[in-house]
């Protein structure tokens, strides 16, 4: 099983990026998607979220309206559209797959919003 997290770098404040994680090894199409982050002396949280079937969404109130969960499952790839950065986005982000009790994840991609 691979989960391999790109997109990430340095923008300035207002800007934006588009992450990419590129599943491998398992049934992606089966199993929900999420996507974490870990700023510096901060646990891990929950940034989106898609479900496998349905597609429902679910997001952090910090987020909410200026990033955007998305998936391909011909490519295999989950998507986070962030838009609007700010300082405080700044963070390791990990893509994260999950199914029951089964929970996957990624190396992490760094992204920093500094001017």
């Known amino acids: 099983v691979q989960l391999v997290e790109s997109g990430g770098g340095l923008v300035q404040p207002g800007g934006s990026l588009r992450l990419s994680c590129a599943a491998s090894?398992?049934?992606?199409?089966?199993?929900?998607m999420s996507w974490y982050r870990q700023r510096i002396g901060k646990a891990r949280e929950l940034v989106a979220a898609l479900t496998s079937t349905v597609g429902s969404t679910n997001y952090a109130d910090s987020v909410r309206g200026h990033f955007t969960i998305s998936r391909d499952n011909a490519k295999n790839t989950v998507y986070l559209q962030m838009n609007s950065l700010k300082p405080e986005d700044t963070a390791v982000y990990y893509c994260n797959a999950w199914f029951g009790s089964i929970s996957y994840w990624g190396q992490g991609t760094q992204v920093t919003v500094s001017s």
């Open positions: 090894g398992f049934t992606f199409s089966s199993y929900g």
